[in-house]
């Protein structure tokens, strides 16, 4: 009875609405168990395992939970470091002993990383499991490693962690970080982008040599603000010639450039944030190619609940947020992706203040009730849409940063993007942190957008593995 209603739901793909409720309640009265749509994924799977039902990558497509967490091209696996001390002593900044300073126990990822007691074999072995039950490749992982600030702890341990995540995707314990990166390279589940976060000042040529060894592709930097006194009034520790310094190193490395900004911080008003934003762009030295928009929640345990109950900090209105956003998002230009609006924290622990963990769905109504558009990459995303590679064209934008010329290629529809590659041209006479790239142009990112496939398949429609990659680097 299961082969039969898989049938009848991919006679009905896509599934719209409430088609699979009623299709799943009519062989329930037959006498089938409910099953979720995991469930089906898995006995789907089981059958194909067993010769019982050919195996189609459309059949786990359409029966995806959560689709979007492979939209992008790549299925994402968060792992979170253990507990450890942070240099950093801002004020917003939570504290919770069993957890990484700035996350809360109850926070999805957090909670998944307390479960497995922080290990990295354990977390990312139990990630891919689970996704792949749920209907997601996972042969092309992007690991997000999430904790405290990853360049202070010792590097021993940040080493032995990138081993035992890369052993997990393996399934095989190598002997050393070099042998299960030479390992999976030809794997089943190939780590195709690492990611790690740090502070500005922790960014030195030396770091990022060490970085480049454990195989980072990606930095997440905490730059918060871009004005002095707001950084000290937060106790950021740090400046903004940090951040402006990091980027210019990390962009001369080859790196991706990840950078965190957030609104709100005691001191801003609606108005300065709006400004202070713009400066990522306007300033040269800065200008990443990813964000998060964080804005500042109010939680307890922080120094800055004291300034609150003081009267000496208020958070802003829904009303003034979703304004203080939209006037950020049409600043954005078309080379960068917002990759979240809104920290992933339980509204129960917002003390007062926004509190709608789908920020970003409610800015974008608002957006398109003004007829406004978000230029940024996520909000032009194909996704599932079916792309027809005679309606791509190629185009390109340069734009200059103080270190680099930049040349975003992209292929695209007139009004959604498939596809991009960011290369990178020192300017004559750079010192780069990694000698081996002087003189030589650096491709920091290839990436094309749809559903992540597995290595080798094609899907009919679908912008992965239709060659745009090849023709972006050709």
């Known amino acids: 009875?299961?082969?039969?209603?898989?049938?009848?739901?991919?006679?009905?793909?896509?599934?719209?609405?409430?088609?699979?409720?009623?299709?799943?309640?009519?062989?329930?009265?037959?006498?089938?168990?409910?099953?979720?749509?995991?469930?089906?994924?898995?006995?789907?799977?089981?059958?194909?395992?067993?010769?019982?039902?050919?195996?189609d990558q459309e059949v786990v497509t359409s029966l995806q939970v959560k689709p979007t967490r492979s939209q992008a091209g790549v299925t994402v696996v968060t792992v979170l470091t253990k507990p450890y001390p942070c240099p950093g002593k801002c004020i917003f900044c939570p504290t919770d002993v069993r957890m990484p300073k700035s996350y809360l126990h109850d926070e999805p990822g957090a909670m998944r990383a307390y479960r497995h007691a922080?290990?990295?074999?354990?977390?990312?072995?139990?990630?891919?499991?689970?996704?792949?039950?749920?209907?997601?490749?996972?042969?092309?992982?992007?690991?997000?490693?999430?904790?405290?600030?990853?360049?202070?702890?010792?590097?021993?341990?940040?080493?032995?962690?990138?081993?035992?995540?890369?052993?997990?995707?393996?399934?095989?314990?190598?002997?050393?970080?070099?042998?299960a990166q030479a390992i999976n390279t030809a794997g089943d589940r190939r780590n195709v982008g690492l990611v790690v976060e740090t502070r500005p000042d922790h960014v030195n040529a030396e770091e990022l040599r060490w970085?480049?060894?454990?195989?980072?592709?990606?930095?997440?930097?905490?730059?918060?603000?871009?004005?002095?006194?707001?950084?000290?009034?937060?106790?950021?520790?740090?400046?903004?010639?940090?951040?402006?310094?990091?980027?210019?190193?990390?962009?001369?490395?080859?790196?991706?450039?990840?950078?965190?900004?957030?609104?709100?911080?005691?001191?801003?008003?609606?108005?300065?944030?709006?400004?202070?934003?713009?400066?990522?762009?306007?300033?040269?030295?800065?200008?990443?190619?990813?964000?998060?928009?964080?804005?500042?929640?109010?939680?307890?345990?922080?120094?800055?609940?004291?300034?609150?109950?003081?009267?000496d900090y208020q958070p802003y209105s829904e009303e003034e947020i979703i304004e203080v956003l939209i006037a950020c998002k049409l600043q954005v230009p078309a080379y960068v992706r917002i990759n979240r609006i809104v920290r992933d924290?339980?509204?129960?622990?917002?003390?007062?203040?926004?509190?709608?963990?789908?920020?970003?769905?409610?800015?974008?109504?608002?957006?398109?009730?003004?007829?406004?558009?978000?230029?940024?990459?996520?909000?032009?995303?194909?996704?599932?849409?079916?792309?027809?590679?005679?309606q791509l064209s190629l185009r390109e934008e340069v734009y200059k940063t103080d270190a680099t010329i930049e040349h975003f290629l992209s292929f695209e529809t007139s009004d959604h993007i498939a596809g991009f590659l960011r290369l990178s041209l020192p300017k004559p006479g750079m010192a780069l942190p990694i000698s081996e790239l002087s003189g030589h142009a650096m491709i920091r990112e290839v990436h094309v957008y749809g559903p992540a496939l597995p290595i080798g398949e094609a899907s009919n429609g679908e912008a992965q593995h239709i060659g745009l990659g090849r023709q972006l680097i050709g």
């Open 118 to 179: 922080f290990d990295p074999y354990s977390q990312t072995l139990a990630r891919i499991e689970a996704l792949e039950r749920i209907g997601h490749p996972a042969d092309k992982i992007e690991l997000l490693i999430l904790g405290g600030t990853w360049s202070s702890y010792r590097r021993d341990y940040q080493e032995w962690f990138v081993k035992r995540c890369l052993d997990a995707m393996n399934r095989v314990e190598a002997e050393s970080l070099v042998e």
């Open 211 to 311: 970085l480049r060894y454990l195989g980072v592709t990606k930095v997440q930097i905490g730059v918060q603000s871009l004005d002095d006194k707001i950084l000290k009034l937060n106790n950021r520790g740090e400046t903004v010639q940090d951040s402006r310094e990091a980027m210019r190193q990390l962009r001369l490395a080859g790196f991706k450039i990840h950078a965190h900004w957030m609104p709100n911080l005691l001191g801003a008003t609606p108005e300065s944030d709006v400004t202070d934003f713009g400066r990522l762009w306007r300033d040269t030295a800065l200008r990443p190619d990813e964000l998060k928009i964080y804005p500042c929640m109010l939680l307890e345990n922080t120094e800055l609940f004291e300034f609150w109950q003081r009267g």
């Open 345 to 390: 924290i339980p509204t129960t622990n917002v003390v007062e203040g926004m509190t709608k963990a789908n920020l970003r769905q409610v800015v974008q109504r608002h957006m398109a009730k003004r007829g406004l558009k978000c230029r940024c990459i996520r909000c032009r995303e194909v996704r599932r849409r079916p792309v027809d590679p005679d």
């Open 1 to 55: 009875m299961v082969v039969e209603l898989i049938e009848a739901l991919m006679a009905q793909s896509p599934l719209q609405g409430d088609a699979y409720s009623k299709t799943m309640l009519r062989y329930v009265r037959q006498g089938l168990p409910w099953l979720s749509k995991s469930q089906l994924v898995e006995a789907y799977l089981q059958l194909c395992e067993r010769d019982l039902m050919p195996y």
